[in-house]
């Protein structure tokens, strides 16, 4: 007997809508729970070390956003699913001699946190390519090693971001530390989601669509749609574990 509790499993033989349904039913349940409209927070579906054919079936099954991290792998995905309306996104650390392909060939970035890094994805933006969107990360639960700005350095780094041609200054990404009890995940959202507030009104109509809260995993997500976010990044619980290599 199939015990439901289980992790899916990248053997499992469910159907990529079979999974795709459960992760979207558990993201509408988190959205009431906390009292919000079922549709609040939508599923970025997270795609590094995914085999391409399993990304087809679940774009077929209808979800058309995908998050990589890391371009050399990303790269022959987004060409083989070229025109099939899937929106990538790329949610990886972000060196400077990336940022050109970035730029040419994603729909959106989450990993933005400084101005140098978001003045050449500006300058890199193909003109036919429209607009490039950005998320600022933000080092929330202010660790030595993660990426990110600090909290202090995010709303003049929007304000910078909000001026630059060729990008559409979305909101925030966080990746909070891990906690060690369910109840601590809320705290980091819960800041989170006050700066995304503050620099919102700061920012008032130079903000443009400023409306996402990129924020919550596969372990975490009820935690960060209690606290706001619209946007989950979701990988584990949708394709099964991946290999230790890539965490
Ligand atoms: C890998 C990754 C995820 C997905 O994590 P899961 O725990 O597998 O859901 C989300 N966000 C970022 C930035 C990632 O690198």
Wanted: net charge neutral; proline share 7%; hydrophobic share 45%.
């Amino acid at each position: 007997m199939p015990d439901p509790t289980a992790r899916p499993n990248a053997r499992s033989p469910d159907s990529a809508a079979d999974r795709l349904r459960r992760v979207r039913q558990r993201i509408e349940a988190a959205c009431l729970a906390a009292g919000r409209p079922a549709d609040a927070a939508r599923l970025l579906a997270v795609s590094k070390t995914v085999p391409v054919e399993t990304l087809a079936d679940t774009l077929a099954a209808g979800q058309t956003d995908f998050g990589e991290s890391y371009l050399q792998e990303a790269l022959p995905k987004i060409v083989a699913l070229a025109g099939r309306g899937a929106h990538w996104h790329f949610i990886g650390p972000i060196q400077s001699n990336k940022t050109r392909d970035i730029a040419a060939h994603f729909d959106w970035v989450h990993g933005v946190d400084r101005l140098r890094i978001a003045e050449r994805l500006s300058s890199q933006r193909p003109a036919e390519r429209g607009l490039l969107q950005v998320c600022v990360q933000v080092n929330i639960s202010g660790e030595d090693s993660k990426s990110g700005c600090t909290p202090d350095e995010a709303p003049a780094l929007c304000a910078a971001i909000a001026r630059l041609p060729g990008l559409s200054l979305r909101g925030l990404m966080a990746i909070p530390a891990p906690v060690a009890d369910a109840a601590q995940a809320h705290l980091p959202y819960r800041r989170l989601q006050a700066l995304f507030a503050t620099i919102k009104s700061t920012l008032g109509a130079a903000a443009g669509a400023f409306d996402t809260v990129s924020a919550g995993m596969s372990d975490d997500l009820e935690a960060a749609i209690a606290e706001g976010s619209t946007l989950v990044r979701v990988g584990t619980a949708l394709f099964g574990a991946r290999p230790a290599a890539h965490p």
